[in-house]
């Protein structure tokens, strides 16, 4: 950092000390998050596109409806498992940033730094658009019934979406809440009346699906895993109320007990589902329908996030399902590995102090002030 300040950095500082000086708890997020608060959060991000989506890539590596069922009560348990850690590491490790905070600690920047390059440039914008394209695939179904809708017609209404919700959050928070609260309640009444039509249908006695649960039933093991894959595909996002732990009121009580309420509350809606989705449609309607490839570097690190003190049959569950796909999908891991790997450049050109060319620091130093300035906001206080 310079070692001259100008004095419009000088009057930005000295406003942060006047506010710490006024304030005996100094600058730093509120905890206004309860209890409720993080069910909700936590709820509100599992259950979406998912749900929809994943049956189709459960049943095809399952090969029957048995084992699918299986995988998906497995999924949610071992969803369970892995919150349960994180909630450990969460009161254990008080600060926000979820696994971006726990490697950091555990394993140091350059780690953290590409959970974060893997994060921005695939988890988070694929994820939006499988969001997005399922969203459009919906809503356009009833204009072509009996037919695929267009290709192009899909894709457009699935960017139009996604730009005008990113409108919405840049603009106000409060419109981009209300959004997230209509979206979960109507993703919620769609899963209940699903399950509700299904138990009807089957308290009828259409119980010829389920006549042999398990014939087909696929043994090999790197097929299990992608099958687990799929379903922790719709169980993703059990660990983002992590990232705003210091956001939560008495995390080391409501952070387990939140977990301990949606992760079950969930499973049984995911198993509910899928038994409906197998009353009503047969399995090659099921495999017919649309579905999306499973990414396999979230896994990794999560695996990672969790350190080996923490409950061993997590991570060697991890481990599994991290190796285990390698030699039915090599092209995807190998290129997954290519993404991570990539990210190393990046950080030893643009993040590393030891190696940031001095402009490039000076740059980002003054654009910082900028932003701190443009957005008047000040550093949070920092107690150990």
């Known amino acids: 950092m310079p070692d001259k300040v100008a004095p419009a950095e000088k009057s930005v500082l000295s406003q942060s000390k006047a506010a710490r000086s006024n304030s005996d708890e100094g600058i730093k997020l509120k905890k206004e998050l309860g209890l409720w608060n993080g069910v909700a959060i936590i709820v509100g991000i599992i ?5 929809f989506v994943s049956p189709k890539g459960v049943l095809r590596n399952s090969g029957s409806v048995g084992q699918a069922l299986i995988v998906w009560i497995f999924s949610g348990i071992l969803s369970l498992i892995g919150a349960l850690c994180y909630a450990e590491l969460g009161t254990m490790i008080p600060k926000s940033g979820g696994d971006y905070a726990y490697i950091s600690d555990a394993f140091g920047p350059l780690p953290a730094f590409l959970y974060l390059w893997v994060a921005l440039f695939i988890l988070v914008p694929t994820g939006n658009a499988i969001t997005a394209l399922t969203f459009a695939q919906y809503i356009l179904q009833p204009v072509w019934p009996g037919c695929e809708p267009p290709y192009a017609a899909i894709r457009l209404l699935a960017a139009v979406i996604t730009c005008l919700l990113t409108v919405i959050n840049c603009y106000n928070v409060k419109w981009a809440t209300r959004v997230q609260d209509i979206f979960t309640g109507t993703k919620i009444f769609a899963l209940v009346i699903i399950m509700v039509a299904g138990v009807w249908w089957l308290c009828m006695g259409h119980t010829e699906n389920f006549q042999h649960p398990m014939s087909g039933t696929n043994t090999q093991p790197g097929y299990i895993a992608l099958a687990v894959y799929s379903g922790l595909f719709s169980y993703s996002g059990w660990n983002y109320l992590n990232f705003v732990t210091e956001e939560l009121k008495d995390p080391y009580k409501n952070l387990p007990k939140a977990i301990c309420i949606s992760l079950p509350l969930v499973t049984v809606i995911y198993v509910f589902a899928n038994i409906a989705y197998f009353v009503v449609l047969t399995q090659d309607e099921i495999l017919a329908s649309n579905a999306v490839a499973v990414l396999f570097k979230k896994k990794f690190f999560i695996s990672v996030s969790v350190s080996i003190i923490l409950p061993i ?42 190696t940031k060319p001095a402009w490039l620091i000076n740059v980002s130093y003054n654009f910082n002030i900028a932003c701190a300035k443009l957005f008047m906001c000040v550093q949070e206080d920092k107690t150990e």
Do not use: M, R
């Open 47 to 51: 259950v979406g596109a998912g749900i």
């Open 313 to 354: 049959i997590f991570f060697i569950i991890c481990a599994f399902l991290v190796t285990l796909p390698c030699y039915v999908s090599p092209w995807e891991v190998g290129i997954g590995i290519i993404i991570i790997l990539s990210g190393i450049p990046v950080y030893c050109i643009f993040i590393d102090e030891k």
